[in-house]
C-alpha cells in the first residue's frame, strides 16, 4: 500500500502541460517552434516520464531532478522526430561489406550521376535519336559488356547480353523460372547453401518451378556426377557460388571450365551463380580461391549472375550476363517488370562501370579499403588513440585483422589495426552502445573485453571528426587545440 501511495505522490509532481507552457523556457521555445510540435513532443516526453515512474525508477529527488530538465528533454524529442530513419553511420567494425551496414559505398562519381538523375527526368525508356521508347536496360548493358571485354582481354568474341534486376536472389530466381520451368536443374549438393535471410537454393528452385536433381556428395562432386545426371529432362547445369563458408580437406569440384565443355557437348546451358561481382583477383591480397565474374565470362559460362554491391562496388542489384538467346528469354518473362530497377540504381551502376572502364578502380570505396596497407592504418589508429587517451579512457593501436564480409571470401583475413578502447566505468557493451547512439553512429566490435575500431573500413577523412565523437560517447571533455592529423 505504502508502495501504490509512493507512485501516486509521484504522478502528482508532474507538471501539466499547460504550466509548462507558460514556463519562461518553454515560451522561448514557442518563438522557433510552432505549438503543436511543442505540445505533441511534450506528452512524449511526460508519457516516458510516467512510463519510468511506474516501472520505479525514480524516487522524488530523482523525479525533480528529471522535471527540471524537461525543457531538455522536449528539445531532443523534437531534434529526434526530425531525424531520419535511414542515417549515414561510421563503419569501424573492419568488415568491408557488412550487410546490416548497407554493402558498398559509393563512388563520388555514382553519387554525382545519382544525384544529377534524380534532379529531373531522364531518358530511361527513351531513344533520343529516333524518339521512340527503349529498354532502360541499354544504360547499364554496353558497359557492363564492355567491362567484360576489357579484363578478359578481349578473349570472349560470342555475342553476350545482360539484363539488371534488384539483386542477386531475383537474378538467379527470375533465370530459373525462366530458363528451367518444368525441367531438371543439376546442382552438386555441396553447393546447396543458405545465405542470409534465409535464401536458401533448393527453396528458390522449388519456387521457380524447376526440379532439383542433386549430384554428388557434401565435400565431393566429380565431373562424372554432372555427366551421369543429364537427361532429356535437364534445363540448366546450376554452379554455385558457396558464399560464407568454404570447405577443406577431402573435397573435389570440378573446373567452371570442364562444366562449360560439358554443356556444349551436350547442349544444356551452364549457369553460374558467381555471387560477387568480383571483376579483379585478390591474389595480390592473399585471397586465391575468389571466382571472378571477368573470369566466368571468359571461360564461357551461358549465363551468369552477380551483385552490383559487392565485390564490384557498387549499388544494391543483380546483373545476369549471358548467351543473346537466354537474356531474350528472361526478358521476355513477366516477372521481369516486378524485379526491375530504378532510374537511380542505373546512375549508381553506370557510373561505378564507366570507373572501372576510365582505369579509375581506386575511386571506388571498396577497393580503396581492400588495398589499403595496414601500416598506413596502423598509423591512424596511433593517432586517434593518442588525441583520445585521458585518465577515464584507455586507448592504443592494436593489430588485427579485417574481413572481406557480405558472402565473399569467408575465409580470407586482412591484416589491419584498430584501437581498443577501455573506460574505468563504462563496460564495453555500454561503451559500444553510447558509440551507436551518436550522430552519426559509431559502430565497432568487442573483443577481449575492449572496444575495438578498424579504421579500415572509415575513410580517413573521418579520422577528425571520429576522435570528438569517441570523446563524447566516453562523456570526456575535448581537450582545446586538439593537433590535426597528417594522412599524406
Same mark, same amino acid.
Given at each position: 500500500?505504502?508502495?501504490?501511495?509512493?507512485?501516486?505522490?509521484?504522478?502528482?509532481?508532474?507538471?501539466?502541460?499547460?504550466?509548462?507552457?507558460?514556463?519562461?523556457?518553454?515560451?522561448?521555445?514557442?518563438?522557433?517552434?510552432?505549438?503543436?510540435?511543442?505540445?505533441?513532443?511534450?506528452?512524449?516526453?511526460?508519457?516516458?516520464?510516467?512510463?519510468?515512474?511506474?516501472?520505479?525508477?525514480?524516487?522524488?529527488?530523482?523525479?525533480?531532478?528529471?522535471?527540471?530538465?524537461?525543457?531538455?528533454?522536449?528539445?531532443?524529442?523534437?531534434?529526434?522526430?526530425?531525424?531520419?530513419?535511414?542515417?549515414?553511420?561510421?563503419?569501424?567494425?573492419?568488415?568491408?561489406?557488412?550487410?546490416?551496414?548497407?554493402?558498398?559505398?559509393?563512388?563520388?562519381?555514382?553519387?554525382?550521376?545519382?544525384?544529377?538523375?534524380?534532379?529531373?527526368?531522364?531518358?530511361?525508356?527513351?531513344?533520343?535519336?529516333?524518339?521512340?521508347?527503349?529498354?532502360?536496360?541499354?544504360?547499364?548493358?554496353?558497359?557492363?559488356?564492355?567491362?567484360?571485354?576489357?579484363?578478359?582481354?578481349?578473349?570472349?568474341?560470342?555475342?553476350?547480353?545482360?539484363?539488371?534486376?534488384?539483386?542477386?536472389?531475383?537474378?538467379?530466381?527470375?533465370?530459373?523460372?525462366?530458363?528451367?520451368?518444368?525441367?531438371?536443374?543439376?546442382?552438386?549438393?555441396?553447393?546447396?547453401?543458405?545465405?542470409?535471410?534465409?535464401?536458401?537454393?533448393?527453396?528458390?528452385?522449388?519456387?521457380?518451378?524447376?526440379?532439383?536433381?542433386?549430384?554428388?556428395?557434401?565435400?565431393?562432386?566429380?565431373?562424372?556426377?554432372?555427366?551421369?545426371?543429364?537427361?532429356?529432362?535437364?534445363?540448366?547445369?546450376?554452379? !554455385?557460388?558457396?558464399?560464407?563458408? /568454404?570447405? $577443406?580437406? &577431402?573435397? @573435389?569440384?570440378?573446373?567452371?571450365?570442364? *562444366?562449360?565443355?560439358? +554443356?556444349?557437348?551436350?547442349?544444356?546451358?551452364?549457369?553460374?551463380?558467381?555471387?560477387?561481382?568480383?571483376?579483379?583477383?585478390?591474389?595480390?591480397?592473399?585471397?586465391?580461391?575468389?571466382?571472378?565474374?571477368?573470369?566466368?565470362?571468359?571461360?564461357?559460362?551461358?549465363?551468369?549472375?552477380?551483385?552490383?554491391?559487392?565485390?564490384?562496388?557498387?549499388?544494391?542489384?543483380?546483373?545476369?550476363?549471358?548467351?543473346?538467346?537466354?537474356?531474350?528469354?528472361?526478358?521476355?518473362?513477366?516477372?521481369?517488370?516486378?524485379?526491375?530497377?530504378?532510374?537511380?540504381?542505373?546512375?549508381?551502376?553506370?557510373?561505378?562501370?564507366?570507373?572501372?572502364?576510365?582505369?579509375?578502380?581506386?575511386?571506388?570505396?571498396?577497393?580503396?579499403?581492400?588495398?589499403?596497407?595496414?601500416?598506413?592504418?596502423?598509423?591512424?589508429?596511433?593517432? !586517434?588513440?593518442?588525441?583520445?587517451? /585521458?585518465? $577515464?579512457? &584507455?586507448? @592504443?593501436?592494436?593489430?588485427?585483422?579485417? *574481413?572481406?564480409?557480405? +558472402?565473399?571470401?569467408?575465409?580470407?583475413?586482412?591484416?589491419?589495426?584498430?584501437?581498443?578502447?577501455?573506460?574505468?566505468?563504462?563496460?564495453?557493451?555500454?561503451?559500444?552502445?553510447?558509440?551507436?547512439?551518436?550522430?552519426?553512429?559509431?559502430?565497432?566490435?568487442?573483443?577481449?573485453?575492449?572496444?575495438?575500431?578498424?579504421?579500415?573500413?572509415?575513410?580517413?577523412?573521418?579520422?577528425?571528426?571520429?576522435?570528438?565523437?569517441?570523446?563524447?560517447?566516453?562523456?570526456?571533455?575535448?581537450?582545446?587545440?586538439?593537433?590535426?592529423?597528417?594522412?599524406?
Amino acid at each position: 500500500m505504502t508502495t501504490v501511495h509512493n507512485v501516486h505522490s509521484l504522478y502528482s509532481l508532474l507538471p501539466s502541460i499547460n504550466d509548462l507552457l507558460l514556463s519562461p523556457e518553454f515560451a522561448m521555445m514557442l518563438q522557433v517552434e510552432s505549438r503543436s510540435i511543442v505540445v505533441r513532443s511534450m506528452r512524449d516526453v511526460l508519457l516516458r516520464i510516467r512510463q519510468e515512474i511506474g516501472e520505479g525508477q525514480h524516487t522524488q529527488t530523482s523525479l525533480n531532478s528529471r522535471i527540471a530538465e524537461l525543457h531538455l528533454a522536449v528539445v531532443g524529442e523534437i531534434a529526434r522526430n526530425r531525424r531520419y530513419s535511414l542515417r549515414r553511420v561510421i563503419n569501424a567494425t573492419g568488415v568491408i561489406l557488412h550487410t546490416n551496414l548497407g554493402r558498398a559505398p559509393l563512388s563520388a562519381s555514382a553519387l554525382e550521376h545519382v544525384v544529377e538523375t534524380a534532379a529531373g527526368y531522364s531518358n530511361l525508356e527513351i531513344n533520343l535519336e529516333t524518339g521512340k521508347r527503349s529498354r532502360r536496360d541499354v544504360h547499364a548493358e554496353e558497359l557492363l559488356l564492355r567491362v567484360l571485354k576489357m579484363k578478359s582481354d578481349g578473349l570472349v568474341e560470342a555475342p553476350r547480353a545482360a539484363v539488371i534486376v534488384n539483386n542477386c536472389a531475383a537474378a538467379t530466381f527470375l533465370a530459373l523460372n525462366s530458363l528451367a520451368e518444368g525441367s531438371e536443374v543439376i546442382v552438386s549438393r555441396g553447393e546447396l547453401v543458405e545465405i542470409g535471410g534465409g535464401f536458401r537454393i533448393p527453396e528458390i528452385l522449388a519456387k521457380s518451378g524447376a526440379r532439383l536433381r542433386e549430384v554428388g556428395t557434401t565435400n565431393r562432386t566429380r565431373f562424372a556426377d554432372y555427366e551421369n545426371a543429364i537427361s532429356l529432362e535437364t534445363g540448366l547445369i546450376l554452379r !554455385v557460388h558457396q558464399s560464407n563458408f /568454404s570447405m $577443406e580437406g &577431402f573435397t @573435389e569440384r570440378p573446373m567452371l571450365q570442364d *562444366l562449360v565443355t560439358l +554443356g556444349e557437348r551436350k547442349n544444356v546451358p551452364v549457369f553460374e551463380d558467381q555471387g560477387t561481382g568480383l571483376l579483379f583477383s585478390l591474389e595480390d591480397l592473399g585471397v586465391t580461391a575468389e571466382p571472378t565474374l571477368a573470369n566466368s565470362f571468359r571461360l564461357g559460362a551461358d549465363l551468369i549472375a552477380a551483385s552490383g554491391d559487392k565485390l564490384l562496388g557498387g549499388p544494391q542489384c543483380g546483373l545476369l550476363v549471358g548467351r543473346v538467346d537466354l537474356i531474350d528469354r528472361i526478358r521476355k518473362n513477366p516477372l521481369l517488370r516486378t524485379f526491375r530497377v530504378d532510374k537511380l540504381t542505373y546512375a549508381a551502376l553506370e557510373a561505378t562501370l564507366m570507373d572501372y572502364i576510365s582505369e579509375k578502380p581506386d575511386s571506388i570505396p571498396i577497393v580503396r579499403m581492400l588495398h589499403a596497407p595496414a601500416l598506413e592504418i596502423l598509423r591512424r589508429c596511433e593517432w !586517434v588513440a593518442d588525441a583520445v587517451r /585521458s585518465a $577515464e579512457l &584507455f586507448a @592504443e593501436a592494436v593489430p588485427v585483422f579485417s *574481413l572481406i564480409g557480405g +558472402g565473399t571470401a569467408p575465409a580470407a583475413r586482412l591484416q589491419s589495426a584498430a584501437v581498443s578502447l577501455r573506460h574505468t566505468t563504462l563496460q564495453p557493451q555500454a561503451l559500444l552502445q553510447a558509440l551507436r547512439l551518436l550522430d552519426p553512429p559509431v559502430i565497432a566490435r568487442v573483443s577481449d573485453d575492449t572496444v575495438l575500431l578498424d579504421l579500415r573500413t572509415v575513410e580517413s577523412d573521418f579520422d577528425t571528426e571520429l576522435v570528438p565523437l569517441i570523446l563524447q560517447a566516453a562523456r570526456v571533455t575535448i581537450p582545446p587545440n586538439m593537433p590535426m592529423p597528417d594522412h599524406e
